[in-house]
């Protein structure tokens, strides 16, 4: 038997479950994951909660588990997005905090992503959402080595920027929004970017776009 369904209404479908899924993130984002109850899905997303259930079956944890998984692939375009516009790796590095300091300020210190903030909340107590967490680290691990090798970087030294900078710009998020302050962001950017000054970087023929970033999202 075949199900059919009129372009419309698959397009109706698939704007409400994307619609949660934002819902969802931006809540995240804000609260974290324990916060965020299923009633303020349906009031940030519009959505019935009989229409929620529809399409995540898995209730909670596998909505925040494929809303992660959507913002931890957008998330992990904005370094090389950055850094492709740089020849010199040094530069790009202080531009790259320089910019996060400047969205930080601009938005009052919100929370940037909600993947670092769940990640730390469920570490030890949601496997699935541990385990989410990890697969999205890993994949901005495997991104941005792969980014930095298409600038001419050998492998290892792609691994070791990669690190480093999200490592650095995670930890200097925490610290800039319960300070409300920019200085550990631009701080990090002025030690960690002269030991790489000079370093060329020669124009990517990886586009952003092009970089492994999107996880698998194997389970529903």
């Known amino acids: 038997m075949y199900a059919l369904v009129c372009p419309e209404e698959a397009k109706l479908a698939r704007s409400t479950r994307e619609s949660i899924l934002t819902a969802a993130a931006e809540l995240m984002r804000h609260r974290g994951y324990a916060a965020v109850a299923m009633k303020d899905v349906v009031a940030a997303s519009g959505a019935p909660i009989g229409s929620i259930y529809h399409h995540f079956p ?11 998984l959507n913002a931890g692939a957008a998330y992990g375009l904005l370094i090389p997005t950055i850094v492709d516009h740089f020849d010199d790796l040094g530069e790009a590095i202080e531009a790259a905090f320089a910019q996060a300091a400047e969205d930080m300020a601009s ?16 570490a030890d107590t949601v496997t699935e959402l541990r385990d989410t967490t990890s697969t999205i680290f ?13 600038r001419g970087l050998p492998e290892p030294t792609a691994r070791d920027v990669t690190v480093v900078l999200i490592g650095a710009l995670e930890g200097a998020f925490l610290l800039a929004r319960t300070l409300r302050s920019t200085e550990p962001l631009l701080a990090a950017g002025r030690v960690l970017s002269p ?5 060329a970087l020669k124009p990517s023929h990886l586009r952003p776009s092009e970089l492994p970033l999107e996880p698998t999202n194997s389970s529903s």
């Open 107 to 122: 938005t009052g210190f919100a929370n940037m992503c909600p993947v670092a903030s769940v990640a730390a909340e469920v």
């Open 138 to 150: 890993t994949s901005w691990l495997d991104g941005g080595t792969a980014y930095f090798c298409s």
């Open 58 to 68: 898995g209730g909670k944890t596998q909505i925040a588990r494929e809303a992660l």
């Open 195 to 199: 030991r790489y000054r000079g370093v």
